[in-house]
């Protein structure tokens, strides 16, 4: 059964930085786009990035760019979202997941018969 596993989350100041990482089992990410998305407390799933499996084109969301990059790499089974000048508002569970990229950045986010999805971590950002 596929699955993927999150890791890199924690409590950060304000302007610093994180990475989070994604790895995959059970089945083979080369096939798949892969998403970052966050929830914070009340508020709805949001699309922060997405890296794409056919020509790797990359979607960031506005409030991200410039600040948030994603690469993956399909040897090691791994997506990762590197995030800096990190931001209160950033406070939220970051997700990877497998999904179409136009649709994952307009929303909502939900997740599909077929779509794996990881446990998510947590990104706190605070002085």
């Known amino acids: 059964q596929g699955q993927f596993v999150e890791s890199g989350g924690g409590l950060v100041r304000p302007g610093g930085s994180l990475r989070l990482s994604c790895e995959a089992s059970?089945?083979?990410?080369?096939?798949?786009?892969i998403g970052w998305f966050r929830q914070a407390p009340g508020k709805e799933r949001e699309g922060v990035s997405c890296i794409r499996s056919t020509d790797g084109r990359i979607y960031h969301r506005d409030s991200v760019k410039g600040r948030f990059s994603i690469s993956r790499d399909n040897a090691k089974q791994t997506a990762s979202l590197w995030l800096s000048n990190l931001k209160p508002e950033d406070t939220a569970v970051y997700s990877c997941?497998?999904?179409?990229?136009?649709?994952?950045?307009?929303?909502?986010?939900?997740?599909?018969?077929?779509?794996?999805w990881g446990q998510g971590t947590q990104v706190t950002v605070s002085s």
């Open positions: 059970g089945f083979e990410l080369h096939h798949y786009s």
């Open positions: 997941a497998t999904t179409d990229c136009t649709t994952f950045m307009q929303g909502p986010i939900t997740k599909g018969p077929y779509d794996y």
